[in-house]
Protein backbone atom coordinates (compact mmCIF):
# COMPACT_ATOMS: atom_id res chain seq x y z
CA UNK A 1 0.00 0.00 0.00
CA UNK A 2 1.12 3.73 -0.41
CA UNK A 3 2.04 3.73 3.41
CA UNK A 4 4.59 0.92 3.32
CA UNK A 5 7.17 3.38 3.92
CA UNK A 6 6.12 4.32 6.82
CA UNK A 7 5.90 0.58 8.36
CA UNK A 8 9.50 -0.26 7.13
CA UNK A 9 10.77 2.70 8.93
CA UNK A 10 8.95 1.75 11.91
CA UNK A 11 9.60 -1.75 12.27
CA UNK A 12 12.95 -1.37 14.94
CA UNK A 13 10.31 1.07 17.27
CA UNK A 14 8.53 -2.24 19.22
CA UNK A 15 11.88 -4.63 19.39
CA UNK A 16 14.13 -1.15 20.93
CA UNK A 17 12.06 -1.16 24.00
CA UNK A 18 12.34 -5.13 24.56
CA UNK A 19 15.94 -4.67 23.52
CA UNK A 20 16.57 -2.19 26.22
CA UNK A 21 15.37 -4.52 28.95
CA UNK A 22 16.87 -7.61 28.09
CA UNK A 23 19.43 -9.20 30.54
CA UNK A 24 20.71 -11.65 28.12
CA UNK A 25 20.03 -12.54 24.58
CA UNK A 26 17.44 -15.34 25.87
CA UNK A 27 15.11 -12.17 26.95
CA UNK A 28 15.11 -11.77 23.51
CA UNK A 29 14.23 -15.16 21.75
CA UNK A 30 11.25 -15.52 24.15
CA UNK A 31 8.32 -16.49 22.04
CA UNK A 32 6.13 -13.09 23.81
CA UNK A 33 8.37 -10.80 22.19
CA UNK A 34 7.86 -12.30 18.81
CA UNK A 35 4.06 -12.54 19.10
CA UNK A 36 4.50 -8.60 20.50
CA UNK A 37 6.81 -7.35 17.54
CA UNK A 38 4.33 -8.87 15.44
CA UNK A 39 1.34 -7.34 17.21
CA UNK A 40 2.91 -3.90 16.86
CA UNK A 41 3.39 -4.46 13.17
CA UNK A 42 -0.36 -5.28 12.79
CA UNK A 43 -1.49 -2.62 14.59
CA UNK A 44 0.28 -0.32 12.41
CA UNK A 45 -0.50 -1.69 9.30
CA UNK A 46 -4.20 -1.46 10.61
CA UNK A 47 -3.84 2.16 11.25
CA UNK A 48 -1.81 3.16 7.87
CA UNK A 49 -5.36 1.13 5.79
CA UNK A 50 -7.50 3.24 8.10
CA UNK A 51 -5.59 6.49 7.07
CA UNK A 52 -5.42 5.20 3.32
CA UNK A 53 -9.45 4.58 3.53
CA UNK A 54 -10.29 7.62 5.04
CA UNK A 55 -7.96 9.93 3.67
CA UNK A 56 -8.80 8.61 0.10
CA UNK A 57 -10.67 11.56 -1.59
CA UNK A 58 -8.48 14.67 -0.20
CA UNK A 59 -5.27 12.07 -1.60
CA UNK A 60 -7.06 12.37 -4.89
CA UNK A 61 -6.74 16.10 -4.80
CA UNK A 62 -2.91 16.15 -3.84
CA UNK A 63 -1.70 13.17 -3.43
CA UNK A 64 -2.71 11.22 -6.28
CA UNK A 65 -0.61 8.23 -6.04
CA UNK A 66 -1.46 7.46 -3.05
CA UNK A 67 -5.39 7.05 -3.18
CA UNK A 68 -4.53 5.50 -6.66
CA UNK A 69 -2.76 3.04 -4.69
CA UNK A 70 -6.38 2.49 -2.33
CA UNK A 71 -8.57 2.42 -5.92
CA UNK A 72 -5.98 -0.16 -7.53
CA UNK A 73 -6.24 -2.31 -4.43
CA UNK A 74 -10.41 -1.60 -4.18
CA UNK A 75 -11.74 -0.78 -1.03
CA UNK A 76 -13.55 -3.31 -0.37
CA UNK A 77 -10.93 -5.30 -0.65
CA UNK A 78 -8.79 -3.56 2.03
CA UNK A 79 -12.16 -3.38 4.00
CA UNK A 80 -11.91 -7.39 4.45
CA UNK A 81 -7.77 -7.12 4.99
CA UNK A 82 -8.88 -4.58 7.66
CA UNK A 83 -11.00 -7.18 9.70
CA UNK A 84 -8.90 -9.61 9.54
CA UNK A 85 -6.22 -7.40 10.93
CA UNK A 86 -8.44 -6.65 13.50
CA UNK A 87 -9.26 -10.43 14.43
CA UNK A 88 -5.31 -11.05 13.91
CA UNK A 89 -5.14 -8.27 16.35
CA UNK A 90 -7.16 -9.61 18.88
CA UNK A 91 -6.15 -12.66 18.76
CA UNK A 92 -2.30 -11.77 19.14
CA UNK A 93 -3.55 -9.65 22.35
CA UNK A 94 -4.93 -12.40 23.93
CA UNK A 95 -2.06 -14.50 23.59
CA UNK A 96 -0.02 -12.54 25.19
CA UNK A 97 -2.39 -12.25 27.98
CA UNK A 98 -2.50 -15.76 28.35
CA UNK A 99 1.24 -16.37 28.00
CA UNK A 100 2.70 -13.92 30.13
CA UNK A 101 -0.28 -14.61 32.78
CA UNK A 102 -1.38 -10.39 32.71
CA UNK A 103 -3.70 -8.17 31.52
CA UNK A 104 -1.99 -5.30 30.82
CA UNK A 105 -1.35 -6.58 27.05
CA UNK A 106 -5.12 -5.82 26.43
CA UNK A 107 -4.21 -2.33 27.04
CA UNK A 108 -2.57 -2.70 23.46
CA UNK A 109 -6.03 -2.44 21.73
CA UNK A 110 -6.02 0.97 22.75
CA UNK A 111 -3.59 1.14 19.24
CA UNK A 112 -6.78 -0.37 17.80
CA UNK A 113 -8.58 3.23 18.81
CA UNK A 114 -5.81 5.57 18.20
CA UNK A 115 -5.62 4.46 14.34
CA UNK A 116 -9.23 4.44 14.52
CA UNK A 117 -10.10 7.39 16.22
CA UNK A 118 -7.22 9.38 14.45
CA UNK A 119 -8.53 9.02 10.93
CA UNK A 120 -12.04 8.39 10.80
CA UNK A 121 -15.16 10.46 11.76
CA UNK A 122 -17.03 11.35 13.88
CA UNK A 123 -13.70 12.26 15.90
CA UNK A 124 -11.30 11.98 13.54
CA UNK A 125 -8.68 13.73 15.89
CA UNK A 126 -6.16 14.44 12.88
CA UNK A 127 -8.18 17.24 12.00
CA UNK A 128 -8.47 18.56 15.86
CA UNK A 129 -6.03 20.90 16.11
CA UNK A 130 -4.06 21.23 19.49
CA UNK A 131 -4.68 17.02 19.74
CA UNK A 132 -3.77 15.79 16.13
CA UNK A 133 -0.23 15.19 17.10
CA UNK A 134 -0.80 13.07 20.17
CA UNK A 135 -2.24 9.65 18.79
CA UNK A 136 0.81 9.30 16.74
CA UNK A 137 2.94 10.49 19.86
CA UNK A 138 1.29 7.85 22.49
CA UNK A 139 0.28 5.55 20.05
CA UNK A 140 3.08 4.71 17.32
CA UNK A 141 6.04 6.14 19.65
CA UNK A 142 5.76 5.79 23.29
CA UNK A 143 3.69 2.97 24.57
CA UNK A 144 5.03 0.53 22.31
CA UNK A 145 8.45 1.44 23.83
CA UNK A 146 7.24 0.88 27.30
CA UNK A 147 5.32 -1.96 26.44
CA UNK A 148 8.36 -3.50 24.40
CA UNK A 149 10.25 -2.94 27.91
CA UNK A 150 7.15 -4.58 30.25
CA UNK A 151 6.79 -7.80 28.06
CA UNK A 152 10.65 -8.39 29.39
CA UNK A 153 10.99 -6.77 32.58
CA UNK A 154 7.82 -7.20 33.81
CA UNK A 155 7.43 -3.44 35.14
CA UNK A 156 8.00 -0.18 34.72
CA UNK A 157 10.99 1.79 35.18
CA UNK A 158 11.71 5.89 35.20
CA UNK A 159 14.31 5.20 32.81
CA UNK A 160 12.25 3.80 29.77
CA UNK A 161 9.53 6.41 30.84
CA UNK A 162 12.11 8.78 30.18
CA UNK A 163 13.47 7.06 27.01
CA UNK A 164 10.04 6.62 25.24
CA UNK A 165 9.11 10.50 26.08
CA UNK A 166 12.73 11.32 24.11
CA UNK A 167 12.20 8.74 21.28
CA UNK A 168 8.39 10.13 20.87
CA UNK A 169 9.39 13.57 20.57
CA UNK A 170 12.55 13.08 18.21
CA UNK A 171 9.96 10.94 15.94
CA UNK A 172 6.88 13.68 16.34
CA UNK A 173 9.37 16.37 15.84
CA UNK A 174 10.36 15.11 12.72
CA UNK A 175 6.83 14.55 11.41
CA UNK A 176 6.02 18.24 11.97
CA UNK A 177 7.69 18.27 8.67
CA UNK A 178 4.90 16.68 6.90
CA UNK A 179 2.42 18.81 8.74
CA UNK A 180 3.95 21.84 7.82
CA UNK A 181 4.45 20.55 4.01
CA UNK A 182 0.47 19.02 3.95
CA UNK A 183 -0.30 22.92 5.14
CA UNK A 184 -2.13 24.56 2.18
CA UNK A 185 -3.52 20.97 1.30
CA UNK A 186 -5.05 20.43 4.99
CA UNK A 187 -6.63 23.91 4.72
CA UNK A 188 -8.84 23.24 1.89
CA UNK A 189 -9.74 19.94 2.98
CA UNK A 190 -11.31 21.11 6.48
CA UNK A 191 -8.14 19.78 8.35
CA UNK A 192 -6.82 21.95 11.01
CA UNK A 193 -3.80 20.66 12.21
CA UNK A 194 -1.29 22.31 14.94
CA UNK A 195 0.83 24.03 12.01
CA UNK A 196 -2.66 25.91 11.49
CA UNK A 197 -3.31 27.02 15.05
CA UNK A 198 0.68 27.92 15.91
CA UNK A 199 2.16 29.20 11.99
CA UNK A 200 4.23 27.42 10.03
CA UNK A 201 7.30 29.38 11.64
CA UNK A 202 6.32 28.74 15.07
CA UNK A 203 5.62 25.08 14.60
CA UNK A 204 8.74 24.24 13.33
CA UNK A 205 10.65 26.02 16.32
CA UNK A 206 8.28 23.64 18.26
CA UNK A 207 9.89 20.77 16.21
CA UNK A 208 13.82 21.62 16.31
CA UNK A 209 12.88 22.03 19.95
CA UNK A 210 11.17 18.60 20.15
CA UNK A 211 14.07 16.91 18.39
CA UNK A 212 17.04 18.57 20.10
CA UNK A 213 15.05 17.85 23.60
CA UNK A 214 14.14 14.45 22.81
CA UNK A 215 17.74 13.79 21.40
CA UNK A 216 19.23 14.49 24.64
CA UNK A 217 17.00 12.79 27.18
CA UNK A 218 17.28 9.68 24.56
CA UNK A 219 21.13 10.05 24.68
CA UNK A 220 21.28 10.78 28.36
CA UNK A 221 18.96 7.67 29.33
CA UNK A 222 20.87 5.14 27.22
CA UNK A 223 24.08 5.66 28.33
CA UNK A 224 22.86 5.98 31.91
CA UNK A 225 20.89 2.45 31.74
CA UNK A 226 23.69 0.23 30.48
CA UNK A 227 26.93 2.09 31.80
CA UNK A 228 28.91 -0.62 33.18
CA UNK A 229 27.97 -2.42 29.45
CA UNK A 230 28.98 0.94 27.71
CA UNK A 231 32.33 1.10 29.58
CA UNK A 232 33.84 -2.50 30.61
CA UNK A 233 34.04 -4.10 27.10
CA UNK A 234 36.69 -2.48 25.29
CA UNK A 235 35.65 -4.41 22.15
CA UNK A 236 32.42 -2.58 21.38
CA UNK A 237 33.31 0.26 23.17
CA UNK A 238 34.73 2.48 20.02
CA UNK A 239 31.97 0.55 17.83
CA UNK A 240 29.39 1.67 20.07
CA UNK A 241 31.20 5.50 20.72
CA UNK A 242 30.95 5.70 16.71
CA UNK A 243 27.08 4.74 16.59
CA UNK A 244 26.50 7.18 19.19
CA UNK A 245 28.21 9.64 17.47
CA UNK A 246 26.54 9.22 14.68
CA UNK A 247 22.98 9.55 16.37
CA UNK A 248 24.01 12.71 18.06
CA UNK A 249 25.23 14.52 14.67
CA UNK A 250 21.89 13.00 12.96
CA UNK A 251 20.05 14.60 15.83
CA UNK A 252 21.76 18.01 15.33
CA UNK A 253 21.41 18.29 12.00
CA UNK A 254 17.64 17.37 11.71
CA UNK A 255 17.03 20.05 14.70
CA UNK A 256 19.39 22.44 12.70
CA UNK A 257 17.64 22.28 9.78
CA UNK A 258 14.19 22.75 11.21
CA UNK A 259 15.07 25.46 13.01
CA UNK A 260 16.58 26.74 9.80
CA UNK A 261 13.35 26.50 8.11
CA UNK A 262 11.58 27.88 10.83
CA UNK A 263 13.38 31.09 9.48
CA UNK A 264 12.35 30.91 5.92
CA UNK A 265 9.56 33.34 4.75
CA UNK A 266 8.54 30.60 2.00
CA UNK A 267 8.33 28.05 5.09
CA UNK A 268 5.86 25.68 3.72
CA UNK A 269 7.49 25.79 -0.20
CA UNK A 270 10.57 24.43 2.11
CA UNK A 271 9.01 21.91 3.78
CA UNK A 272 7.76 20.34 0.25
CA UNK A 273 11.36 20.53 -1.13
CA UNK A 274 12.47 18.79 2.66
CA UNK A 275 10.05 16.39 2.90
CA UNK A 276 11.36 13.59 0.80
CA UNK A 277 14.22 13.40 3.76
CA UNK A 278 11.82 12.73 6.53
CA UNK A 279 11.85 8.91 5.79
CA UNK A 280 15.69 8.63 5.78
CA UNK A 281 15.52 10.49 8.93
CA UNK A 282 13.62 8.12 10.38
CA UNK A 283 15.71 5.22 9.29
CA UNK A 284 18.67 6.99 10.20
CA UNK A 285 17.74 7.32 13.73
CA UNK A 286 15.52 4.25 14.68
CA UNK A 287 17.75 1.45 13.15
CA UNK A 288 21.37 2.90 14.27
CA UNK A 289 19.31 3.03 17.83
CA UNK A 290 18.13 -0.21 17.32
CA UNK A 291 21.95 -1.62 16.73
CA UNK A 292 23.23 0.27 19.68
CA UNK A 293 20.62 -1.58 22.06
CA UNK A 294 21.64 -4.47 20.69
CA UNK A 295 25.61 -4.12 20.98
CA UNK A 296 24.90 -3.24 24.78
CA UNK A 297 22.53 -6.42 25.66
CA UNK A 298 24.76 -8.03 28.37
Known amino acids: MSRANIQIA ?11 AAQNWKDIADISVLL ?24 QKFKRYMSEAVRAFKPKTLKRVIFVEIILILLLASLLCIIKQDVIFSVSLF ?24 PVMIGLYFFPLVFGWFIVAEDISIFIL ?24 DKSSDITTLAH ?53 TLI ?36 LFVIALLLVP
Open 197 to 249: ILGLNKILKLASLAVASGGILVMATLSLNRWERLFNNPVLLPIIAVGLLFLAG
Open 10 to 20: SLPTAAIGVIL
Open 253 to 288: YISRTLYILSQSDQAELECKKHSGKMRRWFLSIRYP
Open 162 to 185: LFALGYALIMQGITFLNTCEDFTE
Open 36 to 59: YVLLFFLILTYACNINCISDVEVD
Open 111 to 134: GLLCGYAYSTPPLRIKKRGVFSPF
